[in-house]
Antibody, heavy 119, light 110 residues
Framework: QVQLQQWGAGLLKPSETLSLTCAVY????????WSWIRQPPGKGLEWIGE???????NYNPSLKSRVTISVDTSKNQFSLKLSSVTAADTAVYYC?????????????WGKGTTVTVSS | EIVLTQSPGTLSLSPGERATLSCRAS???????LAWYQQKPGQAPRLLIY???SRATGIPDRFSGSGSGTDFTLTISRLEPEDFAVYYC???????????FGQGTKLEIK
């Protein structure tokens, strides 16, 4: 049973770079995509991007210029960097396992990391 | 980009009643690419339905999904107290590749 454990800095100042990491335990790392999703306070879910074990990425076009998702297969981890943050980037950030075969969906989620951007 | 619109925004029902939640896409979506999630306060979303109508592992059979093309429905046949939550639909698009979510339907106790 795959479990995801995520961590990273929770308080940032405007213009800084958000950095989060998600570790995958208890299952295969290859054969799936691994995503980041965020949820501003009181709002809905926004997909940020994804990566697979070989480093192939897809990003939300609205965030693409500021986002980098990377993978460390030796540790079964993947990471998110979001540059030049503003208050609008304040959100709970989730990592998730993505099944992409006959169906496309996110079946395992991390618990979420609250990131606040404030001067 | 495909936009998903969920209705109603809030649904007020009593335990034991039937809930019908709608997800409408701005253009046709493959059923294989449509999923539903449940989110309770302070928790991560939980996968309920994938492929528009297949229940995820461990999901009770009172949850069912249906639909095709641009109109999809999540039905909860008989509401239990633990079903009151926010529900999101999600679709995958291939050009460019990525995912979008509906804005959510809040199911609240009447």
């Amino acid at each position: 049973q795959v479990q995801l454990q995520q961590w990273g800095a929770g308080l940032l100042k405007p213009s800084e770079t958000l950095s989060l990491t998600c570790a995958v335990y208890g299952g295969s790392f290859s054969g799936y995509y691994w995503s980041w999703i965020r949820q501003p306070p009181g709002k809905g879910l926004e997909w940020i991007g994804e990566i697979n074990h070989s480093g192939s990425t897809n990003y939300n076009p609205s965030l693409k210029s500021r986002v980098t998702i990377s993978v460390d297969t030796s540790k079964n981890q993947f990471s998110l960097k979001l540059s030049s943050v503003t208050a609008a980037d304040t959100a709970v950030y989730y990592c998730a396992k993505v099944l992409q075969a006959d169906y496309y969906y996110m079946d395992v989620w991390g618990k979420g990391t609250t990131v606040t951007v404030s001067s | 980009e495909i936009v998903l619109t969920q209705s109603p925004g809030t649904l007020s029902l009593s335990p034991g009643e039937r809930a019908t939640l709608s997800c409408r896409a701005s253009q046709s979506v493959s059923s294989s690419y449509l999923a539903w999630y449940q989110q309770k306060p302070g928790q991560a979303p939980r996968l309920l339905i994938y492929g528009a109508s297949s229940r995820a592992t461990g999901i009770p059979d009172r949850f069912s999904g249906s639909g095709s093309g641009t109109d999809f429905t999540l039905t909860i046949s008989r509401l239990e107290p633990e079903d009151f939550a926010v529900y999101y639909c999600q679709q995958y698009g291939s050009s460019p590749p990525g995912y979008t979510f509906g804005q959510g339907t809040k199911l609240e106790i009447k």
